[in-house]
């Protein structure tokens, strides 16, 4: 069954920030030649991303890419601590989402900032106390599929099949979000999470499905393997293709687009509103 999409509706790009060393884009990271995290180099890009249009810029110290090692809760704060205390004096009035799956930072970064949207890859499942920290706090919350951890992930692509079954598990996360006390959440297909290219595929032709669930739809596929790999290329060289499924998303009813190259998208929203 199709789902009727609305042409008007809001739609938001949400740049992507990296605070980490082996983010699978390298140009998203933000580190000086020791390593470091460069500070004045972080402020620019946001700068740059909400001149070109954001809407929302999600900062992130914690690569979740395929393979990826975690680092534990102490690392992944120092990372963030760099930026967080001058967040609010630079940006007054930007909107900012923070992607960790740690209640332990969701806190910290409270604490610091004030409200802000959590982007958890876990939706909850990797820390207990996530989704109750969450309804306390009050914050907007991005719920994302997928299955293990990030090291391990690719082996935990068996479904029935992948869209009945991503939609199987939103269904049983509004009884958890609702029991926490959470009553404005995101949702997050997980695009290159716990799944082949071609379910990816599948995901994305069968989106519409998701914008039937009354919840904005999130969707993160900026140069991910299901374009590069499906050509035969490499990241830095799918900026051209991520459009192309950019306005698909669209079409299909996406609400928000996590991208590494926030003109261009702001520019394909455009077009699409032509269209």
Not at 65 to 76: F, I, N, S, T
Not at 140 to 156: C, F, I, L, N, W
Not at 157 to 170: K, N, Q, R
Not at 202 to 226: A, H, N, P, T, W
Request: glycine share 8%; aromatic share 8%.
């Amino acid at each position: 069954m199709k789902h009727m999409i609305l042409k008007d509706r809001d739609i938001t790009v949400m740049g992507i920030l990296n605070l980490t060393p082996d983010s699978y884009f390298a140009e998203s990271r933000c580190m000086d030649a020791d390593g470091n995290i460069d500070l004045g180099q972080v402020l620019e890009k946001i700068r740059k991303m909400f001149a070109d249009g954001a809407g929302i810029v999600d900062i992130g110290a914690c690569s979740t890419r395929p393979g990826a090692g975690l680092p534990d809760e102490d690392e992944e704060w120092r990372r963030l601590s760099v930026l967080m205390p001058v967040l609010r004096k630079e940006f007054p009035e930007g909107a900012f989402s923070v992607d960790t799956f740690r209640s332990g930072i969701v806190r910290k970064c409270f604490e610091t900032i004030g409200k802000f949207i959590v982007n958890d890859i876990s939706a909850g499942e990797d820390d207990p106390k996530m989704l109750e920290t969450v309804g306390k706090l009050g914050l907007t919350y991005v719920a994302m599929h997928k299955k293990g951890t990030p090291s391990d992930m690719q082996e935990r692509c068996s479904y029935g099949d992948v869209t009945e079954d991503v939609l199987a598990y939103f269904r049983d996360f509004a009884v958890r979000a609702e029991n926490s006390g959470i009553t404005d959440w995101i949702l997050d297909p997980g695009f290159g999470f716990a799944k082949t290219v071609e379910q990816n595929w599948q995901l994305m032709r069968e989106l519409d499905r998701f914008s039937g669930q009354g919840r904005k739809v999130l969707v993160g596929i900026s140069r991910k393997s299901m374009i590069y790999k499906a050509l035969g290329i490499t990241p830095e060289e799918a900026l051209p293709q991520t459009q192309v499924l950019h306005l698909a998303a669209l079409e299909h009813g996406a609400d928000i687009l996590r991208v590494h190259d926030v003109a261009e998208a702001v520019r394909t929203v455009r077009l699409y509103r032509m269209l």
